[in-house]
Nanobody, 121 residues
Framework: QVRLVESGGGLVQAGGSLRLSCAVS????????FGWYRQAPGKQREWVAA???????IYADSVKGRFTISRDNAKNTVYLQMNSLKPEDTAIYYC???????????????WGRGTQVTVSS
């Protein structure tokens, strides 16, 4: 059983930065791939970024160049550094463990409870 716990959300002004963390337990962290998703009020959950076992990151077009996903295998933690935040980035951000492949990411049914990110204009 994989357990994921997100943290680091908060309220920030447009143009600011936040770093989200996802602490992972219950599984061999180093062999897993992970993704970040977000869900804004009234909208479907959307994929944001993913990282493979080797540390390669892929991104949705809406965040490319602003967000960076990374992992620390020693700390069993996945990060999402978010820069140049925009009001449209406001959402609950969720961490997921899934399958990473060339060009894409497929989520498995391992989700955290999410962390709220609010960007004011």
């Amino acid at each position: 059983q994989v357990r994921l716990v997100e943290s680091g959300g908060g309220l920030v002004q447009a143009g600011g930065s936040l770093r989200l963390s996802c602490a992972v337990s219950g599984s061999t962290f180093s062999i897993r791939a992970f993704g970040w998703y977000r869900q804004a009020p009234g909208k479907q959950r959307e994929w944001v970024a993913a990282i493979g076992r080797g540390g390669n990151g892929i991104y949705a077009d809406s965040v490319k160049g602003r967000f960076t996903i990374s992992r620390d295998n020693a700390k069993n933690t996945v990060y999402l550094q978010m820069n140049s935040l925009k009001p449209e980035d406001t959402a609950i951000y969720y961490c997921n463990s899934g399958t990473y492949y060339n060009g894409g990411y497929s989520p498995l049914d391992y989700w955290g409870r999410g962390t709220q990110v609010t960007v004011s204009s």
